[in-house]
């Protein structure tokens, strides 16, 4: 099928004037009730305070036969468990830095829910005429029809910024698709992220950090769809006339281009570059039934793949000292969490927060509205697909 201009713009208005309308019932039940037992981290890891995670320099407790943490020159690093949310150890854990493509993460885990794979659309001259310029392209070509599945393989693989204007636009526009990013990072805790360009170009005020970004790649790989993106080394991308092209992974941890060493066990996530950000990456591996995530941000020795070299010795670390350091901090500790005591007015239940986190209450509507919002989307794209003859 092929979605035009109109129908998006109608779309979008409707997911907005919906959840607007209907913001405020998602956000008291999350309140009332926090993560659920199916939750990442569960009530263990939401248990452990974030203090240590805000001060600066180097945060470990290591156990007498935990073996000493590598010395790398990233400006700040995470290493986590995935399954309990357990921060093993970190660097300037919250320090705010521009995130480079590793934004990508997030991109994915607000829209992903909103677009089905098998939807085709028909790329207008409109949707690319505000790619950055020096962006990373996987090709999209206007006019040529793509699949879903076919752009978001573009923009895990490629990390196409092409493929992201696109299905922004698809998903309500590149203006919605920033809040109901923003709104995604506040649900999941990720409260040093500020989305200004959703496909993590370079743009003034646009930050993240490497607890975020370290909560967004746990998140993702809960997501079946996102899971498989980041994972897969090799594609076809359809180049026009009904030949395609293959297109591999820039995450050089996962492929072993460019004379990087492949890690044994990795599934994922993603890397990024500019000029402003330099090198981040965040990066998940598993063995013997652990799995970790690590996030490297802006090594500051040894070259442009430093960041996969320093993230390579977290990793190893991290699997050798699990279980012989006390967690340093939680990917669930600043989730929405449950008001202590009786709840005696449920329809208007707060948030627990930090206090030192302005601006939550605009925040948290937002939320909502951008859950619901991403719902109106999907529903409308489904009609649409049962109705319109595919092109």
Request: aromatic share 6%.
């Amino acid at each position: 099928m092929t979605i035009g201009s109109t129908s998006r713009v109608a779309v979008s208005a409707c997911a907005l004037c919906t959840a607007g309308l209907l913001a405020l019932a998602p956000l008291s039940a999350a309140a009332r009730t926090g993560p659920g037992p199916d939750a990442p981290g569960g009530p263990r890891a939401s248990a452990v305070r974030p203090a240590l995670l805000y001060r600066s320099g180097t945060q470990v407790r290591p156990h007498r036969d935990a073996p000493r943490v590598p010395d790398v020159s990233a400006l700040s690093w995470v290493v986590a468990d995935t399954e309990s949310g357990e921060v093993l150890a970190a660097h300037d854990a919250h320090r705010k830095l521009p995130p480079a493509s590793t934004l990508k993460t997030l991109f994915a885990l607000a829209v992903l829910p909103t677009l089905p794979g098998g939807i085709r659309h028909r790329v207008g001259n409109e949707e690319l005429a505000d790619v950055g310029a020096g962006s990373s392209l996987v090709g999209v070509r206007e006019g040529q029809t793509y699949r879903v599945a076919d752009l978001w393989r573009g923009v895990f693989l490629n990390s196409g910024n092409d493929a992201v204007h696109v299905l922004a636009r698809l998903s309500g526009g590149w203006r919605f698709t920033a809040t109901r990013m923003q709104a995604k990072a506040r649900a999941l805790g990720a409260l040093d992220t500020h989305v200004r360009s959703p496909d993590g170009y370079d743009t003034p005020g646009q930050v993240s950090s490497a607890y975020d970004l370290a909560v967004f790649g746990r998140a993702g790989l809960h997501n079946p769809d996102f899971a498989r993106y980041c994972g897969t080394v090799e594609a076809k991308f359809p180049g026009g006339g009904g030949w395609s092209y293959a297109i591999q992974n820039t995450n050089r941890l996962l492929t072993g281009a460019d004379g990087v060493e492949p890690y044994d066990g990795l599934v994922g996530v993603k890397n990024g570059y500019t000029s402003n950000a330099g090198n981040t990456l965040v990066a998940a591996a598993e063995r013997g039934g652990r799995r970790l995530v690590v996030t490297v941000m802006n090594p500051q020795a040894g070259g442009g793949f430093a960041v996969y070299e320093e993230a390579r010795a977290l990793l190893d670390w991290g699997f050798a000292a699990a279980g012989r350091v006390e967690p340093v901090g939680s990917l669930d500790a600043l989730r929405v969490r449950p008001r202590p005591g009786p709840d005696p007015a449920p329809a208007t239940a707060a948030l627990v927060v930090p206090d030192d986190e302005p601006g939550w209450s605009r925040t948290a509507a937002i939320t909502g509205a951008a859950g619901l919002g991403a719902g109106a989307v999907a529903f409308v794209l489904r009609v649409k697909a049962r109705r319109i003859p595919r092109s």
